[in-house]
């Protein structure tokens, strides 16, 4: 007969990841966030449980956590022969980056499912000396079998059944009908509102044009109109902007709350009365949750650690990525559509996460003998477009002639008989019948379909689409 003998070993435990992941938090708190949705509980030292546990208070609190600011707490601890505090200068003197803080807590939460496998192991172990036959075992292995997914898969998971998701779609519907505003938020464009429809938290929205086509600038009043004081405590939003200063995005905000252009503001060259208006447009906007990033190229994991950080400090309606060529390669061998295929599924997956609104900018390929009556850009101009396509649930196409034809001009040829030729002429009348104007389309929308486009009017000197006057 097997006889079973229990095996007497030590718990699994990474002491070295514990001490490591602290560390980075210490020095950065960013790589909290990054560490994703880890708890106390998860640490197998007590006073790491402790020392984490603090931490997230601090920093979920809008505090810093390093050093000074947790000299004051657990008192009287001592770890091995060192007081609490000196401990914690070790560990933030130990750590030379955050790179590796999702391994760190990866190795952490390992250990940790380890420790709860072999309890729940240990616990049908006991239960089993008192099976007395098949039916009594069966409540005894189905809860096994619970507590196992619960540690494989968390508290709750995510599998629910048909009849959860219904409850929640109703729950959500009931919400909406009560409410005296719809779920989701317009662009404040009503032209392109009828084609892309409410843009829903969850949803990854690309804006695609040519190089100086408005992507910029729709973004920038997208995300202005989310957060217009007319809506009921706006959720902040973040513009991740990597190629203009914050300084040029609040000249255009200025530009459109003042009237007074953003060459003007530069030049100095405006009366008292526009001075007075850009004041009082400064306060205007000043009021509003709207935040800038503008430390130039990110990396996607940077900018998801900004977007975490900003979302579980302060909310978050919506983030701006401007825009996907310049995101930092992760590996000095990637190019630039590696890096877009890489960031776009990362975009969608980082909107749904934190249930916001994901908008990136999208550039065209450049091509310089692109003929001018072929200006709309398409999907697949795109770098890295058909993973765009797949990953984005709307892609909003911007055509802006006035700002692409000047740059397109056929040669003045002059025919035989003195005459211009008829390819510069059909430029030169294309250019005056659009100045003023732009187009938008919905190259993409939710049904997967192609809207067509549509006209809108431009302002260049605010940098402002506005809708066609009827």
């Not at 990866?106 to 089993?128: E, G, K, N, S």
């Not at 084609?195 to 190089?211: E, N, W």
């Not at 800038?292 to 900018?303: F, N, W």
Request: net charge negative.
């Amino acid at each position: 007969m097997n006889h079973y003998a229990p095996i007497e070993r030590e718990l699994p435990a990474n002491i070295d990841a514990e001490q490591a992941l602290l560390g980075a938090i210490l020095v950065n708190n960013a790589a909290f966030f990054d560490a994703g949705r880890i708890s106390p509980e998860e640490f197998y030292e007590p006073v790491h449980r402790e020392a984490y546990a603090i931490m997230a208070d601090l920093i979920e609190g809008g505090k810093k956590a390093d050093p000074v600011t947790m000299n004051g707490y657990l008192k009287g601890t001592i770890v091995g022969d060192m007081p609490f505090p000196v401990y914690l200068a070790r560990l933030a003197g130990s750590a030379t980056s955050i790179s590796g803080t999702k391994s760190y807590a990866q190795a952490v939460r390992t250990c940790f499912q380890q420790r709860q496998a072999i309890a729940a192991a240990d616990r049908l172990r006991t239960a089993a000396y008192d099976w007395s036959d098949p039916t009594s075992a069966a409540p005894i292995l189905l809860d096994c079998e619970a507590e196992l997914r619960r540690i494989q898969f968390g508290e709750s998971g995510d599998v629910k059944t048909i009849g959860e998701f219904a409850s929640e779609a109703i729950e959500a519907t009931e919400n909406a009908h009560k409410n005296d505003r719809p779920p989701g938020y317009d662009t404040g464009l009503q032209t392109l509102d009828a084609l892309i429809g409410r843009l829903m938290p969850g949803d990854m929205v690309t804006i695609l044009a040519q190089s100086g086509g408005g992507k910029t600038a729709l973004l920038t009043q997208i995300l202005d109109h989310f957060v217009e004081p007319s809506l009921d405590a706006p959720k902040p939003v973040l513009m991740i902007q990597q190629e203009m200063k914050g300084a040029g995005i609040a000249r255009r905000l200025l530009s459109r709350h003042s009237g007074v252009s953003v060459r003007q503001q530069k030049e100095g060259d405006i009366d008292e009365a526009e001075y007075a208006g850009i004041v009082s447009a400064s306060q205007t906007i000043g009021k509003r949750p709207l935040y800038i990033l503008d430390r130039g190229r990110q990396t996607m994991t940077e900018i998801e650690s900004r977007c975490r950080a900003m979302s579980n400090l302060q909310g978050l309606g919506a983030f701006g990525i401007d825009h996907a060529k310049f995101i930092k390669a992760e590996e000095r061998r990637h190019s630039v559509v590696d890096i877009i295929s890489d960031a776009a599924p990362r975009i969608k997956d980082l909107a749904s996460e934190l249930n916001c609104v994901g908008i990136l900018l999208a550039q065209v390929v450049r091509d310089r003998n692109r003929d001018f009556r072929d200006i709309r850009p398409k999907i697949s101009d795109a770098y890295g477009g058909e993973v765009i396509r797949e990953c984005s649930d709307i892609v909003i196409g911007v055509s802006n002639p006035s700002a692409t034809l000047p740059g397109l001009e056929p040669p003045k040829e002059a025919s035989r008989d003195g005459e211009p030729c008829k390819a510069w002429q059909q430029w030169l009348e294309m250019a005056e019948s659009w100045r003023g104007y732009a187009e938008v389309a919905a190259l993409k929308g939710r049904d997967g379909g192609n809207t067509g486009w549509h006209r809108v009017a431009f302002d260049g000197k605010r940098t402002w689409f506005e809708d066609e006057e009827r």
